[in-house]
């Protein structure tokens, strides 16, 4: 009986030992360690703090910096990332940070971005371009959407047409405008349920930026589950029944001889993937649900962020909005724009380009260390994420001058490459690679047809009440939005 006893009280203590071991080698071997390691290499940063790592720094200095009033100007950097701005001053341009217990490897240095980027020694995953994005782009993306979103730019302009004189919020006005476009390039005919679903996705991108710098223990987490991790719980669950609806339905018009095929849209493809036969090509339903959050991350959020901007910045500069305006004009007359001419559009492009430097939608793009590598000097442990601050590079005064902080459209009149004497990391708003051409065509694809039908029709100039307040939130957002004023150009409105 005495030996039960012992068994019974050693067990536990046994159990407990081993989960205290863990967690100190979790909680701070290892953070240790790899600090020490990455010192040794030169790479410094603020100090490792137990459980929390630099989360409450982070969440402070962002507080800081969002309290203070900013004036009209277009250096955006130490406000939107004012730790970032902090300590690459502090340690230099690659530096490590810690979120919670894990290590962080901040890189700014061009040289390493492209390397990091262009991930030669397949060290550095990420999520590669998807077969079904790829897909959509090679049934010709750019021909698929302009109906979409000519349409949908015309109930806009239509709607609005009462207001014109009046003060309009064009932030909340292009993130309508996106949402129907991006709706109905991937859903087609069930664009109305796309919409809801975007609107819970939305929600989620909401929840995820609140809780970016907040330390959680896993195992803490999975007892005491917060408000917010229920709540993002039941909105995946919410998507994920959207989804099935509009599956079964396609399926059911499938089966009943009311169409022949899924659909050529972006679900289409999906709902054919999810019913492959091949093991090598079927999709899940776990898969499905995180294509269709891609592709509204890439095509909502990221473009209301940036035609917001090069709106606010054509209000703002009423010289480079006539240029454009007479380019389009003599390209397009007063017709709508057609796919086959949009490439002609130069002045255009050099405006995208700029507001993209000054305003990029992307607050970072995150990697992470596959395995233990070299990459240039660094030798970098495995597991550890890498966070490529490519804001860093486009504000550099080094790199584009003492007027890198002046709206100058005329940087990029010979193209990128000139602009950026032929270094792809010193201007990389979507990254290096296939990826990234995808992400970039289909933003400005978009915002070019938009903006060509809004100056065929409209003068812009920003309102009195305007307050700058660019914040960080999974896209650079207006926080009081973008408040502007519409002008006809026809005399008899």
């Known amino acids: 009986m005495g030996g039960l006893m012992k068994l019974v009280i050693l067990v536990p203590c046994s159990l407990f030992f081993v989960a205290l071991v863990k967690f100190l080698y979790d909680y701070l071997w290892r953070p240790l360690r790899i600090q020490q390691m990455l010192n040794s290499q030169g790479i410094r940063?603020?100090?490792?703090?137990?459980?929390?790592?630099?989360?409450?720094?982070?969440?402070?200095?962002?507080?800081?910096?969002?309290?203070?009033?900013?004036?009209?100007?277009?250096?955006?950097?130490?406000?939107?990332?004012?730790?970032?701005?902090?300590?690459?001053?502090?340690?230099?341009?690659?530096?490590?940070?810690?979120?919670?217990?894990?290590?962080?490897?901040?890189?700014?240095?061009?040289?390493?971005?492209?390397?990091?980027?262009?991930?030669?020694?397949?060290a550095f995953p990420k999520r590669k371009l998807t077969v079904f994005l790829s897909k959509l782009v090679g049934n010709g993306l750019v021909t698929n959407m302009t109906p979409a979103v000519i349409a949908s730019v015309e109930t806009m302009l239509e709607k609005r047409k009462g207001y014109v004189g009046k003060e309009i919020e064009v932030f909340e006005?292009?993130?309508?405008?996106?949402?129907?476009?991006?709706?109905?390039?991937?859903?087609?005919?069930?664009?109305?349920?796309?919409?809801?679903?975007?609107?819970?996705?939305?929600?989620?991108?909401?929840?995820?930026?609140?809780?970016?710098?907040?330390?959680?223990?896993?195992?803490?987490?999975?007892?005491?589950?917060?408000?917010?991790?229920?709540?993002?719980?039941?909105?995946?669950?919410?998507?994920?029944?959207?989804?099935?609806?509009?599956?079964?339905?396609?399926?059911?018009?499938?089966?009943?001889?009311?169409?022949?095929?899924?659909?050529?849209?972006?679900?289409?493809?999906l709902v054919n993937a999810y019913h492959d036969l091949d093991d090598k090509n079927k999709l899940s339903l776990g898969d499905l649900v995180?294509?269709?959050?891609?592709?509204?991350?890439?095509?909502?959020?990221?473009?209301?962020?940036?035609?917001?901007?090069?709106?606010?910045?054509?209000?703002?500069?009423?010289?480079?909005?006539?240029?454009?305006?007479?380019?389009?004009?003599?390209?397009?007359?007063?017709?709508?724009?057609?796919?086959?001419?949009?490439?002609?559009?130069?002045?255009?492009?050099?405006?995208?380009?700029?507001?993209?430097?000054?305003?990029?939608?992307?607050?970072?793009l995150m990697r992470k260390v596959g395995r233990e590598v070299q990459t240039g000097k660094l030798v970098l442990p495995a597991n550890i994420d890498l966070y490529i601050a490519n804001v860093v590079p486009q504000h550099d005064p080094q790199l584009w001058g003492d007027d890198v902080h002046l709206f100058k459209p005329e940087r990029f009149a010979e193209g990128i490459a000139k602009a950026t004497n032929y270094n792809a990391a010193v201007f990389c708003p979507f990254g290096i690679g296939p990826r990234s051409c995808v992400g970039m065509s289909f933003a400005t694809m978009e915002i070019k047809i938009a903006l060509s039908m809004i100056l065929q029709r409209c003068t812009i100039s920003l309102s009195l009440a305007y307050v700058h307040s660019p914040i960080s939130v999974v896209t650079v957002q207006p926080e009081h939005g973008i408040q502007v004023i519409l002008k006809s150009l026809d005399s008899n409105v």
């Not at 599956?247 to 001889?257: A, L, Q, S």
């Not at 006539?322 to 002609?344: L, W, Y």
């Open 45 to 122: 940063g603020p100090p490792y703090r137990f459980i929390h790592g630099n989360n409450k720094e982070v969440a402070k200095m962002r507080q800081e910096a969002l309290s203070k009033p900013m004036a009209l100007r277009h250096d955006i950097f130490p406000r939107v990332q004012p730790h970032i701005y902090t300590w690459i001053n502090k340690y230099g341009k690659n530096y490590l940070s810690w979120d919670g217990v894990r290590a962080e490897l901040v890189i700014s240095e061009p040289e390493l971005i492209k390397e990091v980027l262009k991930n030669s020694e397949k």
């Open 173 to 269: 006005e292009f993130r309508l405008l996106t949402s129907e476009v991006i709706s109905r390039t991937a859903f087609g005919s069930s664009y109305l349920e796309g919409q809801k679903i975007f609107y819970m996705l939305s929600r989620l991108a909401i929840i995820a930026n609140r809780n970016l710098f907040k330390t959680r223990i896993p195992w803490i987490s999975k007892l005491l589950k917060p408000a917010d991790i229920l709540e993002s719980e039941e909105l995946s669950n919410e998507i994920q029944g959207c989804v099935m609806k509009m599956i079964k339905k396609r399926e059911d018009r499938v089966v009943n001889g009311e169409a022949d095929s899924f659909g050529n849209d972006f679900l289409g493809l």
């Open 290 to 364: 995180d294509e269709c959050k891609t592709f509204y991350l890439a095509g909502q959020d990221t473009v209301n962020s940036l035609l917001a901007w090069t709106v606010f910045l054509l209000a703002i500069h009423g010289d480079w909005q006539e240029k454009a305006r007479r380019e389009v004009i003599d390209i397009f007359g007063n017709q709508n724009p057609h796919p086959e001419s949009i490439v002609k559009l130069k002045i255009m492009t050099m405006i995208i380009n700029e507001t993209l430097r000054l305003y990029g939608p992307a607050n970072g």
